[in-house]
């Protein structure tokens, strides 16, 4: 049976035409453009804002069995500290290098990266070079001292910040027994005779 796939959107800037680049072994281009970043591209936590900008530095070069694409992608992050939520902004350049098969070329693998007709996609090489690359829990500092966990402040804004111990309202009733108590009470209990 044969898979018909949809040809890239060539309106996308992480969409790259080949047709310019010789299949002769050797044969290189060089692509430097601005293009904007595809919905969802990060994790819960933080991610590339849709639509920001995403500056490409990259080159193609003709190999044997394809196009071998390599460079760097930098992109804008935003997102928020997991200690103290404080908002987060950064920028973060990744590394790209993936070898895109000629079609009825590589290896029998859904997985492989192919050009589709004369179009590389560059989308799906990018999203995994890039949440690969995101911090799991990202801190607005290395220091972060987080929340207050009775009443939600921002230990970096108050590092004194302090709750007067409160007791826990289970234990009340121990609170009002007094040593004299705890020894009369131990006293009535009868020994056990020893064996």
Known sequence: ???????????????????????RAGSM?????????????GIG????????????DLRLEAVG???????TAEVQLTGECTRCLKP??????????ELFYYPGNGPDDDEAARIAGELIDLEPLLRDAVVLDLP??????????????????????????????????????LATWSSGEAEHVAGDIPAQDEE
Do not use: Y
């Open 65 to 71: 069995e394809g196009v071998l694409v390599t460079g």
């Open 45 to 56: 936590v933080i991610g590339v804002p849709p639509h920001s900008p995403i500056e490409l």
């Open 136 to 173: 799991f829990s990202p801190l607005c500092r290395d220091d972060c001292a987080g929340l207050c966990p009775q009443c939600g402040a921002n230990l970096n804004d108050e590092p004194d910040h302090d709750h007067a111990e409160t007791a826990d309202s289970r234990w009340a009733g």
């Open 88 to 97: 987060l902004s950064d920028t973060d350049t990744v590394d790209i290098q």
């Open 1 to 23: 049976m044969t898979t018909h796939h949809r040809l890239p959107d060539t309106r996308s800037g992480l969409v790259i035409e080949t047709h310019d680049l010789p299949r």
């Open 29 to 41: 281009k060089q692509v430097r453009r601005t293009a904007d970043a595809p919905d969802e591209l």
